[in-house]
């Protein structure tokens, strides 16, 4: 699974910093961010779904893969 | 010392001080109709706003009303979304519905910005104030609030019953605000004063509103001036200072946002710990879970904020048009109820009901878009440092007297009078984990 942030719809409700710290952080705004290339790691996986599922703005963007 | 001219009393010109703008009669008394006669100043909306949005969603969605010069109430998550994500079509020239709809020379600015800003150049504004309101940069205040806190709860002692919104919720964004801003924390009773001035006094007559939003700026240019003598590192010392495109800020725009942050940060914060401390107060099962597990607080937090939002924002109309099946027109408000997009069945599961172990909660307390509240990571510190300092210490609490609580008028809702029977405190822990 990969996770993404949309910018463009980001507004800095910090939601997914505050769910799943490991796979997000918040930039010197206040924006969410994405360190790294965004990979979940198996066991962070209901993390990015539960971080995705109460984003306000729908900005944020998983992936699966393979 | 360098001579600020920006300062000078005749240079201030702000918001409702402004000669122009349009006056609508002002229209109070029982509603006929909330579908086309609402106002949200009328006590039986302040007393319980929920059952009156939920009939409307089902039956307008969209209700109007001819008082304050003609206003739109949209109760649908659907609609309060679209609206306050479409800044092209609705400005937020003014935020606060009232009799008095500011001249519209005054966008993009507005008169408190970011708030009352609309692009472009509201993003410029907001870009100053945003590092000062990360979470980051909050959790610098965090230790001081907690001792707040809990001497608040100190102050308890020996009393069986305490007013929860008057001698603890209020207090605690006060403290921190004046903080933040670097004004004498003795203060705290005039900024309630000017937060009750400027939202609850809506139906007053316009020279005798203008009177009193007169006294908040000059209380605000006082402090200017105190930190032109003597600058310090807060946030009027940092806004005095600040540079937007290569030029120091107008004043006006120093004074407005110093304005907001006051408004802003005080009854919304006060309104959310009071609310959520009604709410456990009333719900056994919800306390006596939080008391045994601490850990799901941020959970329920999240809860207690979609079911008991504080905050109503308003926009204006732009232009004339046809709008989700009704007919607005230039110049209309719009009541913009994020309390009521948070209790649609359409968006959340058991939308009438407290889940304190919600986990899907996709909320708009703290609106949606480009005016996502700046100050929500402070108020989920303020919030949740409250909350946890006085369950740790009064883990049992009810109501003293259901009849005797009373909420705030207008467009942020909360308690303001919440008597609650506590017992005797808990000692103090003598182990304290961030003193």
């Known amino acids: ?66 | 010392m360098a001579i600020d001219d920006r300062f000078t009393r005749d240079s201030q010109e702000t918001g409702e001080r402004e000669v122009t703008g349009t006056r609508s009669e002002i229209i109070t008394g029982p509603v006929r109709d909330w579908a086309t006669d609402f106002s949200h100043l009328e006590p039986e909306w302040s007393a319980d706003p929920y059952p009156i949005q939920d009939d409307l969603r089902q039956r307008c969605p969209i209700a109007r009303t001819e008082r304050f010069g003609g206003a739109w109430l949209p109760t649908r998550h659907e609609d309060v979304a679209a609206i306050a994500h479409d800044t092209e079509r609705f400005s937020s020239r003014s935020v606060i519905l009232s009799n008095f709809r500011p001249p519209r020379e005054l966008a993009p600015v507005g008169g408190s910005p970011p708030i009352s800003s609309d692009p472009p150049f509201h993003h410029d504004a907001r870009k100053l104030l945003l590092p000062a309101f990360t979470k980051k940069a909050l959790a610098r205040y965090e230790p001081a609030t907690r001792a707040f806190c809990r001497s608040l709860i100190d102050s308890f002692a020996g009393r069986a019953v305490v007013d929860a919104a008057q001698d603890y919720a209020q207090h605690i964004p006060m403290r921190v605000i004046a903080d933040m801003l670097g004004f004498p924390p003795q203060d705290g009773p005039r900024f309630r004063e000017f937060v009750e001035d400027l939202l609850e006094g809506i139906n007053l007559p316009p020279d005798e509103r203008v009177e009193r939003v007169s006294r908040m700026f000059d209380y605000l240019l006082e402090q200017v001036h105190d930190h032109l003598d003597e600058p310090r590192d807060d946030l009027t010392t940092y806004l005095i200072n600040a540079e937007l495109y290569g030029r120091k800020l107008d004043p006006s725009v120093v004074t407005g946002a110093m304005a907001l942050l006051l408004i802003a940060g005080i009854d919304t914060s006060w309104s959310a710990i009071g609310a959520s401390l009604w709410h456990l107060a009333k719900t056994p099962a919800d306390r006596e879970r939080l008391v045994a597990e601490p850990g799901r607080l941020p959970t329920a937090m999240e809860e207690l904020l979609r079911a008991y939002a504080p905050v109503t924002m308003a926009r204006l109309v732009k232009e004339d048009m046809h709008w989700h099946g009704v007919e607005m027109k230039a110049e209309d408000w719009i009541l913009l109820s994020f309390p009521a997009a948070n209790r649609d069945p359409a968006q959340f599961d058991r939308a009438h009901e407290v889940v304190i172990d919600r986990e899907v909660n996709r909320h708009a307390a703290f609106g949606l878009g480009i005016h996502r509240c700046l100050g929500s990571h402070l108020a989920r510190m303020e919030l949740r440092v409250a909350l946890e300092a006085w369950l740790e210490r009064i883990p049992a609490f009810t109501l003293d007297d259901p009849g005797a609580v009373t909420w705030s008028a207008g467009q942020v809702r909360g308690p303001r009078t919440l008597p609650l029977r506590i017992g005797r405190p808990l000692a103090p822990s003598p182990v304290s984990h961030d003193a």
């Open chain 1, 1 to 66: 699974m990969k996770v993404e942030i949309d910018p463009g719809l980001c507004q800095g409700h910090g939601r997914c910093y505050g769910l799943a710290p490991a796979l997000f952080r918040e930039d010197d705004e206040g924006y969410g961010q994405v360190p790294g290339d965004g990979v979940v790691p198996p066991e962070a996986e209901r993390d990015a779904r539960l971080a995705a599922l109460n984003c306000p703005e729908h900005a944020i963007e998983l992936a699966e893969e393979g």
